[in-house]
């Protein structure tokens, strides 16, 4: 079983859990790089997620990797190295070198093409997205002059997906990877090896506060770490007073001093106010987005439509968060800050919360009125999304259900797509919750009978 270790906080134990799909992915990279027989295809990785989520601790598994297979391992972390980043792989390059080789020219390329000669190299780039434009062009053309060299792997590990584009023969050989959440099982595996780790029975997690850590955080690492790090500090979320300690907590810890760390003064609180009320719809367009300031947040509001053209630019610059969601076709919070986001808003202010999802169910319909094809369908999905997300609505039940015969009246080809994305929408389906079963009834019925027809005609 492939693993990474999660850090406690403040380094008072440490963890393994799964991260079996990046770590297989690096497992056989190692195989092909000590493969003289083949060669890897993607030589450069990428792998990108919001601030702990676990990139770094991803790279610490396979500097350990590199320690056991006896490879050099070149390790340039830009948030401390970015001005200097090639003498500091001048300077580790030379501890791998024979005695003889020690004199050598003091350029990062010409450095690394000595240590190749005596056989494969790693080199890990850490938090490649704190790095200038120009230092990252220089990344580029480091790569670019060693990248041909059939012995070299690198992994990149950065915020957002960083793009190298300026070098033709980089960008051909580099693949991205998402790294999310950790899923259910992950996170109970986390949960028991921490029990296990624990010198006292006091100290280990009742099974129902198990549940309310994976609800809260979702698995997210840094939010999983500092809400069981509150707990053990005597916070209980089953009582009103540690529910809100806690959530006091995770929103200082988490959200202030980490995702808007950047964010100086009115920033943070402007910043913390969007993304806020940004992560109640799962993805906006400039529509949305200046209908839900205007209604909600008018302190920020803009002098003109256009100005809003600017905002999820700004917000993504200072926060690397809030950017554009090629699957959801709008701009959207990211997934793991997102459910904290929603968190800290449905317990702090529920009221509000589920008047912004009245709103935004209410303006979907509107849009999804005025729009045809494909952006109908979308719409109508994200209508339904809202109505199911607030308990507090009258007839939930019958206003879901009219949602669904009214989408089941289109014609089959924009069904088609209702009925694939549906069944994909893991996050509609938990936000319906007992109304699931008839509406997936409802679909199953439409779809026979779709097929039906096209067998009959």
Request: aromatic share 8%; with cysteine.
């Amino acid at each position: 079983m492939y693993t990474i270790i999660c850090s406690y906080v403040e380094n008072m134990m440490s963890v393994f859990v799964d991260r079996d799909r990046e770590m297989r992915l690096i497992e056989d990279s190692f195989q092909i790089l000590l493969d003289k027989n083949r060669l890897l295809r993607n030589p450069i990785l990428e792998f990108y997620g919001v601030s702990g989520i676990g990139k770094t601790l991803l790279l610490e598994q396979i500097k350990e990797r590199c320690r056991v297979t006896h490879l050099p391992c070149i390790w340039i972390d830009l948030t401390e190295k970015k001005e200097v980043f090639q003498l500091e792989v001048v300077t580790q390059v030379k501890k791998y070198l024979q005695q003889e080789n020690l004199q050598l020219e003091q350029s990062a390329v010409s450095a690394t093409k000595v240590l190749l000669q005596q056989g494969p190299v790693v080199m890990l780039f850490d938090a490649i997205d704190e790095a200038s434009s120009e230092q990252v062009l220089e990344i580029e053309e480091l790569l670019g002059n060693l990248i041909n060299d059939e012995q070299l792997f690198v992994v990149l590990a950065s915020k957002t997906m960083v793009e190298l584009k300026r070098e033709r023969s980089v960008a051909r050989k580099l693949k991205w990877h998402l790294l999310e959440a950790l899923d259910r099982n992950s996170c109970e595996e986390y949960l028991d090896k921490l029990g296990q780790s624990q010198d006292t029975p006091a100290k280990q997690i009742e099974p129902d506060v198990r549940a309310l850590i994976f609800t809260w955080t979702r698995g997210y690492p840094l939010a999983m770490n500092i809400m069981i790090e509150a707990i053990n500090a005597g916070h209980d979320p089953r009582t009103e007073t540690g529910k809100d300690q806690i959530l006091n907590i995770l929103k200082e810890r988490v959200i202030d001093q980490e995702i808007l760390k950047d964010a100086v003064g009115a920033l943070k609180d402007i910043c913390y106010t969007a993304l806020r009320l940004f992560s109640v719809p799962r993805c906006s367009n400039l529509i949305i987005m200046e209908e839900l300031i205007k209604k909600f947040a008018p302190k920020l509001q803009r002098e003109s439509s256009l100005a809003y053209f600017s905002l999820p630019k700004e917000l993504h610059e200072t926060t690397h968060i809030f950017s554009w969601n090629r699957e959801r076709f709008g701009f959207a919070v990211e997934t793991p800050v997102r459910h904290l986001f929603l968190l800290l808003y449905s317990l702090g202010q529920p009221q509000e919360y589920n008047e912004v999802h009245n709103f935004l169910a209410q303006l979907n319909q509107q849009l999804a009125n005025e729009a045809a094809g494909q952006d109908r369908v979308r719409y109508t999905r994200e209508y339904l999304y809202h109505l199911a997300s607030n308990p507090d609505l009258v007839n939930q039940s019958q206003q879901i259900m009219e949602v669904i015969a009214a989408m089941l009246k289109e014609q089959p080809v924009l069904l088609q797509s209702f009925f694939e994305d549906f069944a994909q929408d893991q996050e509609l389906k938990e936000a319906l919750g007992p109304y699931l079963a008839m509406v997936e009834q409802a679909i199953e019925q439409r779809a026979a009978q779709i097929k039906k027809d096209m067998l009959e005609g």
